[in-house]
Structures are given as C-alpha cells and as structure tokens.
C-alpha cells in the first residue's frame, strides 16, 4: 500500500497528489487518536516515515526530541512542521486543518446536543455523572505527572518543587503562566551565563 | 475585545504547555473558568470528558470549541491559532537554531523542572472537580462512580472514551 508521493515521470499534477496525501494521512491521524496528541504520535510515524515516506526514521526522531523540547500541542506541532517540510506554507496549513478541523467540529456537534437539551432532568444528571469521572481521569493524568517527576528529578527535589509551586500558585495566588516563566529563567540561567564565558 | 481575551486564555496555555495538549488543560481551565468565567467548572468538565471522548488533539478541540461558544466561527479560528501557532513558528523557522541547542542539558531540563508545576495544576483541578460533583450530584454517588470509574480505567483497562460513554448512560438511566 505505498503510495509514491511524487512521480518522477508522472505527468498528472504531482502537487495536487501530494496535497491530497497530507490532507488524508492527517485527516487520518486526527481522527483516529484517541486519548489526545501525545498518543497519536505513533500514527504520525506510520503516515509520514512508513506509508508515505516523506521522512527517514532519523529526521522523525529528530523532529519528535524537538517538538518535545517546545511548549504547547505535540501533535500539531509535529502536524504543521510535516506539512512545512514537504509541501511549504500550504503543506502546513493543509496537515494543521486536516488533523484539527474534523475533530472540533465533532466537538462542537456532541457539546451543542448537549447543550440544546440540558433544561431536561435526566440530561443534568447526565452531564452531572460525568464530573466525577473527569475527576477520576485528571487524578490518573496527575499521578503520571508526579511519578514522573520523581522519576527524573529525584523524589527529594520533585516533591520540594510540588510544593513549592503548591504554595505559589494556591496559597500566595500568583498566576502559573508566572511561575513556569520563572522555572524556564531558572533553568536557562547557567546557559546564558556560559555563553558569556564564551 | 472578546477576540482578544481569547486569544490571550488559549495564547498563554499554548506558550507554557509543556509536556504537550493534556499538560495544557490546567492551564486552559484556569484561564476559562478562573479568570474569564466563560464556564462553570461542570461546563468545563463535560469540555474534558467529550474531548477525551472523541479522538483528535485535545488541546485544539478545547480552543476551537470554547471559542465557538464564546465568539461563533471567528472566535474559534482565533482561539484555535493562539494554541497552534506560537510553539508551530518557533519549530517551523527557528529548526535550525533549536537544533542546535536541543541536546543542552538546560534545554532537557525544563521540560523536567515544569512537570512538577503541571502536577500541581492538575492536582487542585482535581480537587475542585471533585467538590463541584459532591456539591451537585451528593457525596455517596459521587464515590460510587468515582471508584467505579477508576476500576475501570486502571484495572480493567478500558478506553476512556467507554467510560464516558458509560457514565453518560449510567447518569441518564438514574436520572429518569
């Protein structure tokens, strides 16, 4: 099933081709992912490195450590840059809607029917039962977290900066978009400091 | 003004989301119900629940969703390019600088220092998930699909996308 992206002697308009291919292997990637970006990453890697080719198995890994790196969506990251690499700006925006577009209009569909309906008894309930099962999901995603960080850092230090974060944020009530900017000074001053030894 | 503020509550979370969309929800939710109350904390939780339902990028299902409520079609797009673009532009026309840098041990580092700071966020959202569902639904059925859902999840191993198909069937049936 591999699909030659570019027909060294095709006459028949190679870019519509590859258009139509990054439109369906990110159409593809949305749609099939569940359970949010990070978890799709391995579709990414069957659509670009093993159907279509577009990238070896060293520039994916390459480009998966970086996106890594970033703040922000891993998936349409990884998406955007694809799209950029093998088919320019158009490339970009064409994977980028692709792999978001079809699922928020889902989202909007369910959420509207849910909202339409919600003046109704058993629908509240029903929206109501959901909470705690989000809650359920958000305390599994917050254990990953902290094993996690202890995993990396030390217990010692993963639980000093849960607390001390705990305390920032809560207690002391200082936005969290100011205390992870500290976190990145903090990390990056020994860089900056080494670069002007430099 | 409302294109501005949402662009500013999904610009932020996209901007110091590490650890990719799921990291950002906390983030998302402090902007959206803490600081614009654009949702209740149940509005927002059904956000989480049918996002985690259905399959796609979570962070951009919450941004085009939240935006069409907030400012229609438009409000959406804005929404949707605020946690989209800033991190896309950095990897897209800064690969060669980044590239560079990428196996400095600060650079390995954040995503590190951050996670504790995530798992605090999601730590206290939580917790208000769970109070707002004892404040609505009571405390003895809140247990019972809390335990019941973690069962689920963790042992049994079932696809979150059932169990909120389920909670959902489950909720109706009781509340007839």
Request: net charge positive; aromatic share 10%; proline share 5%.
């Amino acid at each position: 099933m591999v699909v030659r992206t570019i027909p060294k002697n095709s006459s028949a308009r190679p870019g519509r081709v590859l258009h139509r291919n990054i439109c369906l292997a990110f159409f593809r990637i949305g749609m099939l992912g569940f359970g949010g970006g990070p978890s799709s990453i391995p579709l990414v890697h069957q659509e670009v490195v093993k159907k279509y080719g577009w990238m070896t198995d060293d520039e994916f890994g390459d480009t998966l450590a970086l996106a890594n790196t970033l703040p922000g969506p891993i998936a349409t990251k990884m998406a955007g840059y694809i799209g950029y690499r093998v088919a320019g700006i158009w490339g970009l925006l064409n994977a980028l809607l692709a792999s978001a577009i079809p699922t928020v209009v889902l989202m909007i569909v369910f959420l509207g029917l849910l909202q339409t309906y919600k003046d109704i008894p058993w629908v509240q309930h029903m929206s109501a039962t959901v909470v705690p099962v989000v809650a359920v999901m958000l305390a599994v995603l917050t254990w990953d977290f902290i094993k996690k960080s202890g995993e990396t850092l030390g217990w010692m230090r993963a639980i000093m900066l849960l607390a001390l974060s705990a305390i920032l944020i809560e207690a002391l009530h200082i936005h969290p978009a100011i205390v992870i900017l500290g976190c990145i000074l903090a990390v990056f001053s020994p860089l900056l400091k080494r670069r002007k030894k430099a | 003004m409302i294109y501005w503020h949402l662009f500013l509550a999904f610009f932020i979370p996209g901007i110091l989301g590490y650890g990719g969309g799921p990291a950002s929800i906390p983030l998302v939710e402090h902007e959206v119900v803490g600081n614009y109350e654009w949702m209740s904390t149940q509005e927002f939780s059904e956000v989480v629940a049918i996002g985690n339902s259905l399959p796609g990028p979570i962070a951009t299902k919450m941004a085009g969703y939240i935006g069409y409520t907030e400012a229609g079609i438009l409000g959406s797009i804005v929404a949707m390019i605020a946690t989209v673009a800033p991190s896309l532009i950095l990897m897209v026309f800064m690969m060669a600088i980044l590239m560079k840098y990428k196996d400095e041990p600060e650079v390995k580092n954040l995503t590190k220092v951050i996670r504790p700071v995530i798992a605090i966020l999601l730590a206290f959202m939580t917790i208000q998930f769970a109070q707002e569902s004892v404040e609505g639904i009571g405390i003895a059925y809140t247990l019972i699909v809390m335990v019941v859902s973690f069962v689920l999840l963790e042992k049994v191993k079932l696809h979150p996308a059932f169990i909120i198909a389920l909670a959902l069937v489950f909720g109706a049936i009781t509340g007839l």
